[in-house]
């Protein structure tokens, strides 16, 4: 744990007290998005002090051009940026001529900020002395709007409390802005056109090489005492900025309040030329609902969010709160509106690493949206990697593979390729695996088979056929081998036979000749299609399951394992325990070289795969390779304690199961890998919800039946959980002494808990 300044709290996230040093950290755990646009909670009012600016744009990138000190064949050109979109939410204000800077201020008192998780706003008030010896009291409040997704919408209430003062707003439009992160310091907007009509500011911008057409815009409204005022405006433009300046006299003890309607239109969704109009559209239905209609419209959409994804906690708070973070922060990233959009590794908080999907949402993202969500949702999600197929194609090919072989990225924008690090890059390749796995556990998880005779198959065959070319056949061992990756694990660079690379590509070529026979059997026009457009032939499923049939797994006949890779045991296997906790996070504190050569594991990899293929293990192989490998993993990627936590909690070890629960709940909240100012760790936030409903709930799909064997942290009096299970929505509480099941549907859903049949019937309370 790195800070612990978050107030605990059922529904919120609240900070008291003003640190400077907190600014960075408290503007990544207060973000808000929609889906469509989100921001950092950077102040409305001017901030001197350190501080990471970020706006950002649903699904608009920048192809920043990787920079590199030596070039290899098939290194991708570019480096997708999140790009920091054009400013809408500054308003500099000032009290008799002196801005207000929380930095410069003489006192600060009663500062406090709340992130309302229930009803999705974020507030923030505070009483300041300035230089100039007015005192005030400021608030704010402001959202973004989940029904009118192109707008976002700030109330700003100054109040002077030991004279009268004249104040200022000045809200405004900056497009002259820059990314945090970029390799060369380039200008990413270029800006076309802007226009004030009235109360109403558009700034019209491109982004450079993309392309992408956006217009961002304000309508503002002042109030005295919460009764509307005219005031008349100063305003300004100049190449990038527009502003709109509002000055009024102010009693003592009187309160100058603006609403300020902002957003952007994007032409990823409209006509580039229209978006001005556009813009226009969403104003008018804002504004004429007003601030207070906008906030009860997103207060209600929340509450029907919250109906079917909330999980309660009683008796532990931190607990409580940190599981409503991570699902608020998932549902403000992702909604499943937007076929093309997909679910960012640091969604709209932050920008480092890029891109906006990884194999993050096939591994831990889609389990949460198919059991919380519609399951259209999920299919959406699956229907984005097909969409990206050919792109898939595309990168195997350039790195030499053939015959339709298709190797999905690692990150991406658009089904291209965009991470630059090679040992990522070219090894990381296990990502084909989950993608594939992601259609197997859609199906189990939903009866839906249609998704792979439409779409699926073609995904499953070039995946299949990507690693039947890149395994090696040793005629030293008379075994498939794979060489040259890194696995999940991502402090072994560049080893052979990761044994959860191999164990995947195997599964993977067998699931794609299972379903190839299912479909040639009863999905027969679909086949002919199919078969048409790729053109399989028998002598090429030989070599799929000659490769399958013949995969070496590295394995230790001395302890009784699978190996990591074929090296690890030339490793000296000091554990972590014996660390001295200077040394950590190794990550920070290490040279890459010694990273390297150390046992030490960054998250689950042998465990990853018997987390992923439960079935296919016992519990007592599963002791035995917990016990040999959790003590060596330092855990320093975000993904890694929820596995552990679900896997703890199936060994009863409930206590080990509930400390790595809050690590991966709180992640973020205390800080744990000394990070969070950069952003939060959207896509691993599903971990969280998988540890409470797979881990101490223990749901599971067996033999096409929902099964669960429950558990509870001694701390807890109860929890609960809703899944929605084949369009019938299952309410499970959990507690000491007894499990309840509540059923929302139309017909009796037949379960399993703790190895016996059960019968749910609709709206009858089932006690087990």
């Known amino acids: 744990m790195n800070q612990d300044y978050i107030v605990p709290n059922n529904w919120s996230i609240i900070e008291e007290g003003f640190n400077p040093e907190s600014v960075k950290s408290s503007e990544s755990l207060f973000s808000i998005g929609n889906g469509a646009m989100g921001q950092r909670a950077n102040f409305e009012e001017f901030y001197s002090g350190p501080t990471f600016q970020g706006s950002y744009i649903a699904g608009v990138y ?25 400013n809408w939410i500054g308003i500099n204000v000032f009290v008799n001529d002196e801005q207000i800077d929380l930095f410069t201020c003489t006192t600060i008192g009663n500062f406090k900020r709340e992130l309302n998780m229930k009803e999705g706003w974020l507030s923030r008030s505070f009483f300041a002395t300035l230089q100039n010896g007015v005192q005030i009291k400021v608030e704010s409040i402001r959202f973004l709007s989940l029904d009118i997704d192109e707008v976002g919408a700030i109330k700003y209430s100054v109040t002077p409390l030991n004279y009268d003062a004249k104040i200022s707003f000045t809200p405004y439009l900056d497009a002259g802005i820059m990314n945090e992160d970029t390799n060369w310091d380039d200008q990413f907007w270029d800006v076309l056109n802007i226009v004030q009509e009235g109360k109403q500011s558009f700034v019209e911008a491109k982004t450079m090489k993309t392309n992408f057409h956006t217009c961002t815009f ?5 109030f005295l005492n919460d009764k509307e005022v005219a005031v008349k405006s ?8 527009a502003s709109s300046k509002y000055e009024k006299n102010i009693k003592q003890g009187d309160s100058f309040i603006i609403h300020k309607i902002g957003g952007y239109t994007v032409d990823r969704n409209q006509d580039r030329n229209e978006l001005i109009s556009s813009a226009k559209e969403a104003l008018k239905l804002a504004t004429d609902l007003g601030f207070e209609g906008l906030l009860e419209m997103q207060k209600e959409a929340w509450a029907k969010i919250w109906s079917t994804s909330d999980i309660t906690i009683e008796g532990d708070v931190k607990a409580q709160q940190g599981i409503r973070f991570n699902i608020f922060h998932l549902n403000q990233t992702y909604l499943g509106k937007d076929p093309l959009l997909n679910i960012g590794p640091k969604g709209f908080t932050g920008e ?26 999920a299919r959406r999600l699956l229907e984005y990697r097909h969409a990206h197929l050919e792109k898939a194609i595309e990168n195997a090919t350039k790195l030499g593979f053939t015959n339709g072989a298709a190797l999905y990225p690692m990150v991406t924008m658009n089904g291209e390729e965009c991470h630059n690090e090679w040992e990522i890059t070219f090894e990381e390749i296990h990502r084909n695996g989950a993608i594939a796995f992601a259609i197997y556990n859609y199906h189990r998880y939903t009866n839906d088979y249609s998704y792979i005779p439409e779409k699926g198959l073609e995904v499953l065959i070039g995946i299949a056929r990507f690693w039947q070319q890149r395994a090696t056949f040793s005629s030293d061992k008379e075994q498939y081998m794979i060489l040259g990756v890194t696995g999940p694990n991502e402090y072994e660079n560049n080893i052979n036979n990761n044994w959860y690379t191999n164990y995947i590509a195997k599964w993977c070529i067998n699931y794609a000749l299972e379903n190839l026979e299912i479909v040639k059997n009863d999905y027969i026009s679909d086949y002919s299609r199919i078969i048409g457009k790729v053109d399989i032939t028998n002598e090429e499923l030989k070599k799929w399951r000659a490769v399958a049939d013949n995969m070496y797994f590295p394995y230790s006949e001395k302890n009784d394992i699978y190996l990591q890779q074929d090296g690890f045991l030339d490793k000296e296997l000091i554990t972590v325990s014996e660390l001295d906790s200077s040394q950590r996070p190794i990550n920070q504190k290490w040279s890459w070289d010694r990273i390297l050569r150390s046992p030490y594991i960054k998250q689950a990899d042998v465990l990853q795969g018997f987390y992923l293929f439960e079935d296919h293990f016992t519990t007592e192989e599963l002791v035995r390779h917990f016990d040999f490998y959790e003590p060596l993993t330092v855990h320093e990627s975000s993904l890694s304690p929820c596995v552990h936590s679900i896997q703890s909690a199936k060994l009863d070890r409930i206590e080990q199961a509930y400390t790595f629960y809050l690590r991966t ?8 890998n000394h990070e969070v100012e950069e952003g939060l760790h959207i896509t691993s936030m599903a971990g969280t919800w998988m540890s409470i409903v797979e881990g101490f709930g223990g749901m599971r799909i067996h033999n096409n039946r929902l099964t669960f064997a429950p558990k509870i942290p001694k701390r807890w009096k109860n929890y609960s959980f809703k899944v929605n299970f084949r369009n019938q929505v299952l309410k499970v509480n959990i507690s000491h002494s007894e499990t309840t099941f509540e059923l929302d549907g139309l017909n009796d859903l037949k379960i399993v808990v703790n190895g016996d049949f059960v019968n749910v019937t609709p709206n009858v309370l089932k006690t087990v």
């Not at 304000?218 to 002042?222: D, G, N, V």
């Not at 100063?234 to 900025?241: G, L, P, Q, R, T």
């Open 665 to 672: 709940s709180r992640l973020d909240l205390d800080d744990y």
């Open 234 to 241: 100063v305003d300004f433009k100049s190449a990038s900025y």
């Open 352 to 377: 480092k690493y890029g891109g906006s999907t990884y194999w993050d949402t096939e591994a831990y993202c889609i389990p949460f949206y198919m059991a919380t969500k519609d399951q259209k949702v």
């Open 218 to 222: 304000m309508e503002s409204k002042l």
């Open 62 to 86: 920048y192809p920043d051009k990787t920079r590199v000190g030596w070039w290899k064949n098939g290194y991708p050109e570019y480096f997708a940026k999140v790009l920091n979109a054009p």
